[in-house]
Every structure is written in C-alpha cells, then in structure tokens.
C-alpha cells in the first residue's frame, strides 16, 4: 500500500470514482483499450483501429524519414543541430539537400531533421523531448535547437470513434475558440522554454546565448 493510500485509509475518506461523479458508466475515467492506443499512438506513432494497427510514420512524410541527412550525419561532430517543425522544416516540394535543414551541414556540423507534415506544436514538443533523452543532451553540451512553430491550431487528436489523428481538421479546430486555441500554443511554447531553453556556454564558440525561443 502507497503513502496515499495509507493517509486515504487512515482518515477513511477516497476520491469518489469517474462513474460517482457522473463522468463515465464505469469505474475508471479511461478504459484499457483508451490507454493502450492512445500510448501506442504517442509513442509509436501507430494507428490502432477496428482491430488493426497502422504505421503513421509514413504519412508524416513526402519521400521518406529526413531525420538522417545524407551527407552531415556525424553522431560525433563538435556541433549539432536539430531541426524541429511541420513540412517547411522537412522541405515538403523540396529535394533534401534544398531544404535550410541541409543547408546549416558542414564538416563541422551535422545536422538532423524532425519536420513532419500537418503536424502541430505538441508534436514538436514530444520530438524535443525524445532527442532531449536519446542523445543524452542534458550532459553533452554541443547541440543547438532549431524550432520553427507549425500552425498554432494543430493538434494531435482521437475522433468519438478512436481514430488517431496526427492533427484535426480545420473544421474542427475552428469550433475552439481563441482563447483555447492560444493557451494551447502558449502552454506548449512556456514548456519548451522552461525545460529545454536556457543560457549555455559553447566553449570554443566563445560566446554565451540565450536559447529562448
């Protein structure tokens, strides 16, 4: 038994359930089938839907994951740069070595690219956070963020039926007001500057700058 529930038990008083407050028939506010696609679908980027499971990785993309530049892909080199965005940032149109991504490579540099087509400012926080933990970038000091802001109203969402979208449609976002649709965007944008943007120092850089966004 956890500390809560020992506190719980010994003032003899619990939260009342989802059904008690009248927010569900069942017990529980979400169901196992609830929790199950929708982390399969955050964490892996897979559609499960009567039954079946999809890859969404494809449709994130026009010709193919970019996240691997062909050319700047030096896990080791003395600067990286990660790119983050919609499809200006993965160059949708574009050859990959046309798009700005490309263009910031050099013998010195390598480069990463994380746009995603039709894809919002929470789908650009959840890629951070992963680099931020995979590349270990809370030790290693040689990275730059690069974060173009996609369309402020995009957001990953589930339809009434559990139809996983990368972002909802505009007739649906148009329902929100603006209110929502800022606090959403700003809620995000406060997250990546408090846990990721800070001053840094880049050694043989010789200057000090502040990564706020």
């Known amino acids: ?11 003899g008083w619990k939260p009342p359930s989802s059904k008690q407050c009248g927010l569900t028939d069942a017990d529980t506010l979400y169901s196992k089938e609830t929790i199950d696609n929708v982390e399969m679908f955050y964490n892996q980027d897979i559609r499960v839907y009567d039954g079946n499971k999809m890859d969404l990785n494809a449709s994130y993309y026009q010709n ?43 013998e010195n540099t390598s ?4 746009g995603a087509g039709k894809t919002g400012l929470d789908y650009v926080v959840k890629k951070v956070t992963e680099v931020y933990r995979d590349f270990n970038h809370k030790d290693n ?13 995009r957001r990953m969402y589930f339809e ?16 929100q007001n603006e209110y929502n649709h800022y606090l959403y965007f700003y809620h995000h944008y406060e997250l990546l500057n408090r846990l990721i943007g800070r001053e840094k120092s880049y050694g043989e850089l010789g200057t000090t700058k502040s990564q706020r966004i």
């Open 160 to 175: 009434d039926n559990g139809f996983a979208r990368r972002t909802w449609d505009k007739p649906v976002a148009a329902e």
């Open 64 to 106: 193919g994951s970019r996240v691997e530049d062909k050319q700047f892909n030096d896990k080791n080199a003395p600067l990286q740069i990660h790119c983050f965005g919609d499809s200006w940032t993965y160059g949708w149109d574009v050859k990959q070595e046309e798009t700005f991504v490309h263009l910031l490579g050099d």
């Open 141 to 153: 000091q040689n990275f730059i963020y690069v974060i173009t802001i996609p369309h402020s109203f």
């Open 111 to 114: 480069v990463w690219n994380y």
């Open 1 to 11: 038994m956890g500390l809560v529930d020992k506190v719980l038990e010994g003032v």
